[in-house]
């Protein structure tokens, strides 16, 4: 008794110590948030209009533009004059000490520039594509990924960059799929959230923090037909079933900063969006950070016809919420004129500014605005060993095994010849991708030198380019096809350039560029075991390969350790795990193809006959569905058990299931959860992810994995677009991929 008495009141004691400290924390915060706001009022009680809205420009250094580079005021002259709160483009220790001292020790108030570069996949040190690292489903490596690009991009003199990537997309054709992560918003949310803190750490003050960018808000991942920069149809309901969480998440995490998309939602372009700016990030989701424009979309309302002129472009942006003004000067030529003519509240532009020096103040640039300009910690920092060796680790997570037909791989290391086939085994660039940072491509490792390291001293590696690097012909494929000849496996490295899939970089057709396929088709004649190696930013249609190739590695594009990595899974130093985070198409024709549509009132069933959904000449399915990806070990599913068969809204329903490793490596899996609600006042997907865990598992061994559902899991915006969950019938499904599941339902009561 007691014992129990004193176990009792220990049990207190740490619980309110615990509420103390929580308190206390609390309390500290609060106090750096009443100091940070008390300053700003001070700051902004002396500063004139004219100053205020200089916080609201944000110009390019010349190195980087995605956009007409307007012929723009005498940049160092409105620097100098505190008439600018921004720069992007303008990197390294040095060059941000020498403008960031024009801003400081010349304007009126000092006030600091805040430095934004698109830090993507890394500062110098390339870690693989966004879409890549998140066919890891390893959120601490993601975040451990963004982490080291800010520790980079920080000792570079970067304050702020201009990722995460949360847009949703669904069309591979869309060049931009490179730098999300994929097409589910359940699974993007948790990206989103994982990048935002890796940028940010624990505290915008520190060091190495940068401040993270949620972007494009909202809903340019649905482009019209995938093409870049094109508008956006589509229902409030789907911008916030589909589109908005991943922001909503990035919110969450502290994401201090959003950049509005170049399309329009509702016939009203995102930078000039009341519902999305005001009402729903500013209003219901409480966001206290600052939004900046994609690059001149204030000026492009003039070219949309939204807006007559740039004048009035500017008075709908900030009417609407956008903050700051990238690259249009808009902002700079008329917004003190709109406040003075009073078609422009001077409140509106307050709100602005203190939103952006609120940004300030929590980075600490006020405190010391060189924190990021120390040369010599620059020189020790960018690609140390470290960050090198985490960025080779995240690229083996990255990389997908497709196709494993007879276990050709891993391949032996100790093989006497090796053939490599295809020019971009041998391509840095390709390593290096588009949204590079400050990375080089001399720094990069190829495959093919990835693979010269990985053998044994005694193998002989044959190269041949087999097909052009400009325009995908064939080039000597008699070479390639002999050294095929005397090899013991080949490995041909097909795919895209890195110019292919990023900005601007849409595709009408998906396919294997050129002649590549061709070459493959000349290889598997010779009868060696061929592994084929994909680089490729985007899903590709290949159903052809797919069919044909014995063992495929989707390798994306992987950064500074590419070949090391491809490398290292290709021996079996590393057994793959990832997974699809998009379909991979059958046609071009096909898309969008995702695994979560809803349903039609005329599915394709086993049974079905000519009167459904369906192609005449493909088939409905991808080629490799979301969720998709081997291991050179294999995975059995049993034992699938719900704790009840039903629950209520106050409930939650256990799920569990065990998993053996029935082959011979040790190896990870990634027990991915769906759900389905039956019926429900809205249709609804066939399938939700709902949950997923990455387990390790030893050869012949099984673990036990459960899952959680409560009725939050359920909620959906239903007909009257309140979130909630509806009672009825679910069936949840649990597999190694969105189609190969194992399947049971519960209800949901009222
Ligand atoms: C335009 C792109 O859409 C955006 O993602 C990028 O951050 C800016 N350019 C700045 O480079």
């Known amino acids: 008794m007691k014992l129990l008495l ?33 300053r700003i009022d001070q700051l902004m009680d002396k500063m004139s209009i004219e100053e205020k809205v200089g916080q609201m420009v944000q110009y390019s250094g010349d190195s980087k533009a995605t956009g007409p580079l307007k012929a723009t005021p005498d940049q160092v ?37 805040i430095f934004a570069l698109d830090v993507v996949h890394g500062y110098k040190t390339i870690s693989p594509i966004p879409l890549a690292e998140a066919c890891s489903w390893d959120l601490t490596a993601i975040e451990k990924s963004a982490r080291i690009a800010a520790i980079e991009a920080s000792a570079a003199g970067i304050n702020w960059t201009f990722a995460p990537m949360v847009d949703i997309a669904r069309d591979p054709r869309w060049g931009r799929v490179m730098e999300g992560a994929g097409e589910d918003t359940y699974y993007g949310s948790l990206v989103a959230a994982a990048r935002v803190k890796g940028f940010q750490g624990s505290d915008l003050k520190n ?4 401040v993270a960018c949620a972007k494009h808000f909202a809903g340019y991942g649905g482009v019209e037909a995938g093409k870049e920069y094109n508008y956006v149809d589509m229902s409030r309901r789907v911008m916030n079933d589909v589109y908005l969480p991943p922001f909503k998440a990035a919110v969450d995490a502290g994401v201090s900063t959003l950049m509005t998309s170049f399309n329009e939602f509702e016939g009203t372009l995102a930078t000039a969006n009341t519902y999305l700016l005001r009402e729903k990030l500013k209003g219901e989701w409480g966001f206290n950070g600052f939004v900046v424009s ?30 700051m003004d990238m690259a249009t000067a808009a902002y700079r030529n008329y917004l003190v004129d709109l406040v003075k003519s009073g078609k422009v509240d001077e409140d509106l532009v307050d709100d602005a500014v203190r939103r952006i020096l609120r940004i300030k103040f929590k980075l600490g640039l006020f405190d010391n605005p060189y924190k990021n300009c120390d040369p010599e910690l620059e020189a020790k920092t960018l690609q140390c060993k470290e960050h090198l060796q985490a960025s080779r ?15 050709i791989l891993p391949l032996s290391s100790d093989l006497k010849k090796i053939a490599v086939v295809g020019a971009l085994a041998d391509s840095k660039p390709d390593m290096l991708g588009f949204w590079e940072g400050r990375g080089e491509a001399k720094d990069m490792t190829t495959i093919l030198e990835g693979i010269k390291t990985g053998v044994s001293k005694s193998t002989k590696v044959l190269y041949a380019d087999g097909y052009d690097l400009e325009t995908f012909e064939l080039s000597n494929p008699d070479r390639a096809i002999s050294i095929a000849k005397e090899s013991d496996a080949v490995v041909m490295v097909m795919g895209e350039r890195w110019f292919m899939t990023g900005e601007a970089s849409s595709r009408g057709d998906i396919t294997i560029p050129g002649e590549q396929q061709q070459l ?31 063992a495929i590695l989707e390798t994306w594009i992987l950064g500074s350790q590419a070949g090391y990595a491809v490398a290292d899974v290709l021996f079996g130093k590393y057994n793959p795990s990832g997974k699809l985070t998009m379909s991979f198409p059958y046609a071009t024709g096909q898309i969008p193809v995702y695994y979560n549509h809803r349903n039609t009132g005329r599915p394709e069933l086993p049974t079905s006959d000519r009167w459904i959904s369906h192609y005449l000449d493909i088939p409905n399915e991808p080629v490799f569905p979301f969720g998709f990806g081997l291991s050179y070990t294999t995975f059995e599913y049993s034992d699938l058990n719900l704790d009840k068969i039903s629950m209520n809204m106050n409930g939650s329903i256990k799920i569990s299931l065990s998993v053996t490793n029935t082959g011979k490596y040790d190896g ?12 429900a006042s809205v249709v609804r997907p066939v399938k939700e992810l709902k949950g997923f865990k990455k387990v390790k598992i030893k050869a012949g061994e099984t673990v036990d994995v459960a899952f959680t559902l409560s009725a939050k899991d359920l909620a959906f915006y239903t007909k009257d677009m309140s979130y909630k969950a509806e009672p009825g019938e679910f069936k949840v499904f649990v597999g190694t991929n969105s189609v190969d599941c194992k399947e049971a339902s519960f209800t949901l009561r009222d």
């Open 520 to 550: 493959l088709d000349k290889l598997l004649k010779t009868g060696k075991p061929i592994v084929v190696l994909l680089v490729n930013g985007r899903p590709l249609a290949i159903p052809e390969v797919a069919e044909n190739a014995p």
């Open 77 to 113: 002259e409105d620097v100098k004059n505190g008439m600018v709160g921004s720069m992007l483009n303008v990197t390294g220790a040095e060059n941000v000490r020498e403008m960031q001292k024009l801003a400081v020790e010349n304007s009126r108030f000092g006030i600091p520039i």
């Open 294 to 323: 994609d690059w001149n979309t204030i000026g492009e309302m003039v070219i949309h016809g939204m807006a007559e002129n740039e004048k009035d472009a500017a008075e709908l942006a900030i009417t609407a919420g956008t903050d």
């Open 207 to 210: 060091k190495t923090s940068i």
């Open 393 to 407: 680790d995240m690229a083996r997570k990255s990389i997908v095994l497709l196709k494993n037909q007879g276990n």
């Open 668 to 679: 990870e899996e990634v027990v991915q959860l769906y759900m389905r609600d039956m019926v």
């Open 6 to 38: 004193t176990t009792k009141a220990l049990l207190l004691l740490l619980l309110s110590v615990s509420l103390f400290a929580c308190k206390q924390k609390n309390t500290e915060k609060m106090s750096i948030n009443n100091e940070i706001e008390g």
